[in-house]
């Protein structure tokens, strides 16, 4: 059975880092791409970037160039999404999701990282 | 960016009535040369993750209850719900993958 589990939820203050987790199980991790979508509090979906384990290609959408950094370590079947310097704004729930490609549905879906920024 | 717009933002639907929601893309996600739309759409319910309904723009994900229904080509989607049982309350959601992902705003749908 295909599983995507999430690191649990995040209460940090600005300016702090942050680094949150996806672990893949039940198929080769490396050889699907891991998207990762954030949602703010009622609001829809926004997808942020990806990355193929298998060689660690990693593609952003320009509106989180630069905000995030996406990594994986194919030891521990694991995704990561990074901040260096957390903002209010970045207050949200972080799903990741499966891709088969890059142009591919979105069929596995982690259960979600809220996390929560405020000083 | 290619931008998914929603119509409409919410509906209430009786048991059993027929649910309808439009999505329109700015630009095609219509592979000519696969003949394949790179469309989907999702149901999101209150504290779970998104999940996938319908791929390729028509095509039932395994398990999904047949009074669901995609279709549509090119810029214009439909999805349908043919007779709305109460846990078909939720957000839904059109996404393409034609090029970098995006998704619509969404569309709540509530029990009249």
């Known amino acids: 059975e295909v599983q995507l589990v999430q690191s649990g939820a995040e209460v940090k203050k600005p300016g702090e880092s942050l680094r949150i987790s996806c672990q893949g199980s039940g198929y080769n991790f490396g050889s699907y791409w891991i998207a990762w979508v954030r949602q703010m509090p009622g609001q829809g979906l926004e997808w942020m970037g990806i ?7 990693t593609r ?3 509106s989180f160039q630069g905000q995030v950094t996406i990594s994986a370590d194919r030891s521990t079947s ?14 949200a729930m972080y799903f990741c999701a499966r891709q088969s490609t890059l142009t591919a549905k ?5 259960q979600g990282t ?3 920024v405020s000083s | 960016d290619i931008v998914m717009t929603q119509s ?3 509906l209430a639907v009786s048991l059993g009535e027929r649910a309808t929601i439009n999505c329109k893309s700015s630009q095609s996600v219509l592979n000519s040369s696969r003949s394949k739309d790179y469309f989907a759409w999702y149901q999101q319910k209150p504290g779970q993750p998104p999940k996938l309904l319908i791929n390729w723009a028509s095509t039932r994900e395994s398990g999904v209850p047949d009074r669901f229904s995609g279709s549509g080509s090119g810029t214009d989607f439909t999805l349908t719900i043919s007779s709305l049982q109460a846990e078909d309350v939720a957000v839904y959601y059109c996404q393409q993958y034609y090029s970098i992902p995006t998704f619509g705003q ?4 509530e029990l009249k």
């Open chain 1, 51 to 57: 990355i193929y384990p298998g060689d660690s290609d």
């Open chain 1, 60 to 62: 952003y959408s320009p």
């Open chain 1, 78 to 91: 694991t995704a990561f999404l990074q901040w260096s310097s957390l903002r209010a704004s970045d207050t």
């Open chain 1, 106 to 110: 979105m069929g596995y879906w982690g």
């Open chain 1, 114 to 116: 809220l996390v929560t």
């Open chain 2, 8 to 10: 409409p933002d919410s």
């Open chain 2, 106 to 109: 969404g569309t709540k749908v």
